[in-house]
């Protein structure tokens, strides 16, 4: 097989893909209508690239390429009224949120497309499990070994990625104690976790050439790891976080993975080691199961901090990076989460606990995402 090409791309350019949930407007459980809002859609100029998703209750908004967070938020701000609309002649709704609170997998239909037919076969029953929905942002790189620097490099945050987006509380209809409740189905994938540690594009071409022999992958879409290169795009993608209730936050989180990339870039940091992933699926589980209060243990100090005082510290040294990116207002947002505000877990269990019923729930968030 020839080697993996890595394009080429702007330096800390920005894009970022957001699966979304179609509910009915009747009990708000799912609703597998896909097909007809990308055919309305399809005519529509104003609603953007849009895909279907592995199951026909999902679609996907594909971003354009930004340099800064203001055009992004302009755009999915726009794509979203123009799919609002559409949804509404169409009595759907349209929500954020990284599950659907009660929905059932074993209800759901595969997509009809020739990848997510060969996903259905391969994975059984899990494929149908995977309607979860999640925001995944693209960082862009130079150059190949840039990609794989970052790569490394962004693990030691996914736990902040995942506390900040963390909009999972429910599923299969109970409160899961978890505030990212997503991530618990894509671990039961046997490619999910992190990129191996190679230190350069050329052993990353070793270890691709290996598994592709092997059998076990076919292309770079086979590794559902937390942070991988996309060599098609030119980008690193980060991919834990759960879709946001709101496009704002959802920019605002993107504005985030930007900034860090430029500051990481910038100062080429020294403890990019084998411990990095000794640490990785404990910080992993507490940013899941606890959000802000989780514990995270600092590879390089290898002492415990809260994931919110971290994000706040982490914020803190963006500042510079934020002010030549244009995007403080961004960050100081996702500042305000930590001190009080909360995520949107946060938010769905305050709303379940002033409706009582989980269909209110959904009722509520698509309200939300949709404006």
């Not at 993996?4 to 949930?21: P, R």
């Not at 080429?268 to 589980?285: A, E």
Request: glycine share 6%; proline share 5%.
């Amino acid at each position: 097989m020839p080697a993996l090409e890595f394009q080429t791309s702007t330096a800390f350019s920005l894009g970022v893909e957001l699966e979304l949930m179609l509910v009915n407007t009747k009990d708000y459980n799912l609703a597998p209508d896909a097909d007809d809002l990308l055919r309305r859609a399809a005519r529509d100029a104003n609603a953007g690239e849009l895909k279907p998703e592995i199951t026909q209750s999902m679609i996907e908004i594909n971003s354009s390429v930004h340099a800064h967070y203001e055009p992004l938020l302009t755009e999915l701000r726009t794509t979203r009224d123009a799919l609002a609309a559409h949804a509404r002649q169409m009595n759907v709704a349209i929500a954020g949120g990284g599950t659907h609170p009660f929905q059932k997998w074993r209800d759901r239909k595969i997509y009809p497309t020739e990848r997510f037919k060969s996903v259905s076969e391969k994975y059984g029953f899990l494929a149908k499990q995977f309607t979860v929905f999640g925001q995944h942002v693209h960082v862009g790189c130079v150059n190949a070994d840039d990609a794989i620097y970052l790569c490394h490099a962004f693990a030691r945050y996914v736990p902040h990625f995942i506390a900040l987006a963390a909009s999972s509380p429910f599923y299969q209809g109970v409160d899961t104690a978890f505030d990212s409740s997503r991530l618990s189905v894509v671990n039961a994938f046997p490619l999910s976790g992190t990129i191996p540690f190679v230190r350069d594009w050329t052993e990353f071409n070793r270890y691709f050439d290996t598994m592709y022999d092997l059998g076990i992958v076919e292309s770079m879409k086979d590794f559902y790891w937390d942070v991988r290169p996309k060599p098609e795009f030119g980008t690193v993608e980060i991919r834990v976080c759960d879709t946001p209730l709101t496009v704002d936050r959802a920019a605002q989180i993107a504005a985030y993975a930007q900034a860090l990339g430029r500051r990481l870039w910038a100062e080429r940091v020294d403890w990019i080691t084998p411990d990095l992933y000794l640490v990785h699926s404990y910080n992993r589980f507490q940013a899941c199961r606890h959000g802000f209060e989780g514990v995270l243990i600092d590879p390089a100090t290898r002492q415990p901090v809260s994931i919110g005082e971290d994000i706040r510290t982490t914020l803190s040294g963006l500042a510079p990076h934020a002010a030549d990116l244009e995007s403080a207002s961004a960050l100081d947002a996702l500042a305000g989460l930590t001190t009080g505000e909360g995520n949107d877990a946060a938010w769905l269990r305050k709303t379940y606990a002033a409706t009582t019923t989980l269909p209110d729930v959904v009722r509520q968030q698509a309200a939300r995402w949709m404006g």
